[in-house]
């Protein structure tokens, strides 16, 4: 089992930045996958960034390419989304997970506004 922890989420203007956490407690040892999703009402939940614990690989969605970056504290693990230029089409719940052995593991989300 994986537990995750997000925070960091909030309201900031246009072209503000905010920094999402991610702690990862439980079995996370090993290579695993953790990535960053976000949901609005009534839409589907969709990727936002990715990194690979065993390549160090990061990918993200075509609309936070350049904007957003995705990092990873082994020592604490934890992993970041710095959030730059937010937009208000950025405004959804923002989810932590972690992929291992089969298995998706989420977070609860946390809420990130942004006013025009």
């Known amino acids: 089992q994986v537990q995750l922890v997000e925070s960091g989420g909030g309201l900031v203007q246009a072209g503000g930045s905010l920094r999402l956490s991610c702690a990862a407690s439980?079995?996370?040892?090993?290579?695993?996958?953790m990535e960053w999703y976000r949901q609005t009402p009534g839409n589907q939940r969709e990727l936002v960034a990715g990194?690979?614990?065993?390549?160090?690989?990061?990918y993200y969605a075509d609309s936070v390419k350049g904007r957003f970056t995705i990092s990873r504290d082994n020592t604490q693990n934890k992993v970041f989304l710095q959030m730059n230029s937010l937009k208000p089409d950025d405004t959804a719940d923002y989810y932590c997970?972690?992929?291992?052995?089969?298995?998706?593991?989420w977070g609860q989300g946390t809420q990130v506004t942004v006013s025009s």
């Open positions: 997970a972690v992929k291992t052995g089969g298995r998706a593991y």
């Open positions: 990194l690979s614990t065993r390549t160090g690989a990061t």
């Open positions: 439980g079995r996370t040892s090993g290579y695993y996958i």
